[in-house]
T-cell receptor, first 111, second 110 residues
Framework: DVKVTQSSRYLVKRTGEKVFLECVQD?????MFWYRQDPGLGLRLIYF???????EKGDIPEGYSVSREKKERFSLILESASTNQTSMYLC??????????FGDGTRLSIL | QQPVQSPQAVILREGEDAVINCSSS?????VHWYRQKHGEAPVFLMI?????EQKGHEKISASFNEKKQQSSLYLTASQLSYSGTYFC???????????FGAGTRLFVKA
């Protein structure tokens, strides 16, 4: 069965910390995505990657960066965490332009 | 711009039908539908490309009217397992920037 695995289900960090969210997929998909999900706003695209070392900004990239050194792994980095980055973060992979397989999500709280 | 979904929420009895709509102010290349159950990851249901095609998956089907920039998801003879939040995602250029609607909450009761 296809699998997208996010490293943590719940994470609590402090403002100003550098935060790493990891995502691994086992389907050999070229495309990977990071979204955040907030009530009433749906899913918003932060960054996506269509190949190793390739990355593109989504709709809300400010305050975030990403890394894709290997095809199966796509990392989201919060450079200096702020309280407005408290959210549910979802990673996804796909063979097409839209996300197909999502991870279970990381609920991140910034105190 | 975020597509508009309607209704925001709907309550059904088992066996009843429902329609969820997704409208965009921009010309669309494709529309995607997902279902998310509480505490779980979204599950991809189907993708519709421009051309007015209709797709189906058991008792869940969808249509895409590219002239009206809207898509509808049809749930027939609903089951308890259909409960969840349904999201549409729209693409304008055929690229990677899918924009999601705010979601429609569907609750099916026995």
């Amino acid at each position: 069965d296809v699998k997208v695995t996010q490293s943590s289900r719940y994470l609590v960090k402090r403002t100003g910390e550098k935060v790493f969210l990891e995502c691994v997929q086992d389907m050999d998909h070229e495309n990977m995505f990071w979204y955040r999900q907030d009530p009433g706003l749906g899913l918003r695209l932060i960054y996506f990657s269509y190949d190793v070392k390739m990355k593109e900004k989504g709709d809300i990239p400010e305050g975030y960066s990403v890394s894709r050194e290997k095809k199966e792994r796509f990392s989201l980095i919060l450079e200096s965490a702020s309280t407005n980055q408290t959210s549910m973060y979802l990673c996804a992979s796909s063979t097409q332009g839209a996300p197909q397989h999502f991870g279970d999500g990381t609920r991140l709280s910034i105190l | 711009q975020q597509p508009v979904q309607s209704p925001q929420a709907v309550i059904l009895r088992e066996g009843e039908d429902a329609v969820i709509n997704c409208s965009s102010s921009k010309a669309l290349y494709s529309v995607h539908w997902y279902r998310q159950k509480h505490g779980e990851a979204p599950v991809f249901l189907m993708i519709l490309l421009k051309g007015g095609e209709q797709k189906g998956h058991e008792k869940i089907s969808a249509s895409f009217n590219e002239k009206k920039q809207q898509s509808s998801l049809y749930l027939t003879a609903s089951q308890l397992s259909y409960s969840g939040t349904y999201f549409c995602g729209t693409e304008v250029t055929g690229g990677f920037k899918t924009i999601f609607g705010a979601g429609t909450r569907l609750f099916v009761k026995a």
